[in-house]
């Protein structure tokens, strides 16, 4: 396998990608500036409309209650709850029309139940009074599951209320001040004081609950914006991958055209991503044939980059230096990487590709290869044997940079078929326990399928390495070529 280096990302102009570095959470503070107010003053005008009407509905529904606690007295209570009762809807009906501050609008019949309850509570005998201390309490605590709003509201009802029953009982009570408290006065009290907490503690949490609402839901519109960015941006490295695989695949040959120059040939190549690293290169110049399989380092964007330069240098070694000794071929390609990747003398940056090539002399009948680290199959007379590469790649290679890569000379016999592919093939994970496929797999495999044409082994190669890999990721490129020349 080529030397992997590690690789880092396009640093591309995105020019939107900055407008989606805000921060996911916005604070309470600018959670304040934005809408916690508002939406808190929307659930208090749901839950003080509610509550006023339900002080018009059963404040007078609780005159029934009246007529049989205290009956002597019912008519009396009857009134002042039916003024209550309408001060109440018009201060709602003037709310629903002038909408102003919920909390002024409710103030008014809690501030009024509560003095209708000290003005009835002044009229009761002891047994009625601490009867009627129950319906009190009932009072507090029904606000505090109904009302939203600052403390202080719920202060001043309170001082309000203490003041009316002061009012009241002195004016209307026969008991003593220790008659009214032990049954009743200090357990309203209490009661009344704790509902400023309840109150205030179900305000705090409201308004906890809105900023975490509009904060989530800021959070979620940021998420957003960036996810839709993201996707713009990755439509855009998209489309220009795609571009870019237009111009690799245009500069590759067509496959087709190998069957015109040998017997029969076949291309198998299977890039991992869109653009690949590994690519096959032939050219007839008539006496000669060259055939070459490149593995470049990486693969994606990075190997499709180097796999230009290797296209390139193949060109200019072959087509305009005329070269034919695959050995002198690939010392020309490795000299050209070294430079092209250690411009002005610097050091030299990793990369470079493994890969093998063959030159057909047809007149002499003979086949010379020559191979960075990626060797040749031959199968004749359905014996597989293998051509070693020179263990060194066409880049630079610390200790090698000056040896010369060396040629084999084979005397072409007819049947002959040659093969020449990149690590991507052996180097798959797969199979029932998950291994590499291996060199010695891939011999036993063209032993098998050496006797079928070469269409035909194509296909059975490619099935092959389908039913390896399995439902494991691609690893690496694929370039497979195989041919047979008489």
Avoid at 42 to 68: C, M, P, Q, T
Avoid at 69 to 86: D, K, L, M, T
Avoid at 186 to 203: H, M, N
């Amino acid at each position: 396998m080529p030397r992997r280096v590690q690789t880092y990302p396009l640093q591309l102009p995105l020019k939107s990608l900055s407008l989606g570095l805000r921060p996911l959470l916005p604070g309470i503070s600018e959670a304040k500036n934005l809408k916690w107010k508002e939406e808190l003053n929307k659930a208090a005008d749901r839950y003080h409309e509610i509550g006023a009407w339900v002080a018009v509905v059963f404040n007078l529904v609780f005159s029934l209650n009246d007529y049989f606690v205290i009956q002597e007295e019912w008519f009396r209570f009857f009134v002042f709850r039916a003024g209550v009762s309408a001060a109440t809807l018009i201060t709602l009906l003037i709310w629903r029309h002038y909408r102003f501050p919920s909390a002024y609008m409710i103030f008014v019949p809690y501030v009024l139940i509560c003095i209708e309850n000290a003005y009835m509570w002044s009229f009761m005998e002891v047994v009625d009074f601490r009867t009627h201390t129950l319906a009190y309490m009932a009072i507090y605590i029904g606000a505090a599951m109904l009302i939203v709003w600052q403390y202080y509201f719920s202060v001043a009802v309170v001082i309000l209320s203490t003041l009316a029953n002061v009012a009241f009982l002195k004016t209307h009570s026969q008991l003593t001040l220790e008659e009214i408290m032990t049954n009743g006065g200090i357990l309203v009290g209490s009661v009344a004081c704790f509902s400023v907490l309840l109150i205030q503690t179900r305000y705090r949490l409201n308004k906890r609950e809105i900023i975490a609402r509009l904060q989530l839901a800021e959070s979620k519109k940021i998420l957003q914006e960036q996810k839709e960015i993201i996707e713009e941006n990755h439509r855009d490295i998209t489309d220009s991958i795609r571009y870019a695989e237009k111009i690799q695949h245009s500069m590759l040959p067509n496959p087709d055209l190998l069957n015109e120059m040998v017997d029969e040939s076949f291309v198998f190549f299977k890039p991992r991503d869109i653009v690949s690293g590994d690519f096959y290169w032939f050219y007839d110049s008539g006496k000669h044939l060259i055939v070459a399989a490149v593995d470049c380092t990486g693969h994606g964007v990075p190997g499709a980059l180097m796999s230009m330069l290797g296209h390139s240098l193949l060109s200019r070694a072959v087509v305009d230096n005329h070269e034919t000794d695959p050995a002198k071929i690939l010392d020309f390609m490795r000299h050209g990487v070294i430079q092209s990747l250690r411009p002005n003398g610097t050091e030299a940056a990793s990369g470079g590709m493994d890969m093998s090539i063959c030159v057909i002399n047809r007149e002499a009948g003979t086949l010379h290869f020559a191979g960075a680290f990626n060797p040749l199959l031959m199968v004749r007379n359905g014996e597989v044997t293998q051509i070693s590469a020179d263990r060194m790649p066409v880049g630079a290679y610390p200790g090698k940079d000056h040896l010369c890569f060396s040629t084999t000379e084979i005397k072409i016999e007819p049947g002959d078929g040659f093969y020449m592919y990149s690590d991507g093939f052996t180097d798959q994970f797969g199979g029932p326990k998950n291994r590499k496929f291996g060199s010695k797999q891939l011999r036993e495999l063209l032993s098998k399928v050496y006797h079928y044409p070469m269409h035909r082994q194509n296909e059975m190669i490619q099935h092959q390495f389908k039913n390896w890999k399995g439902s494991e990721e691609q690893l690496d490129d694929v370039v497979m070529i195989g041919f047979k020349v008489q």
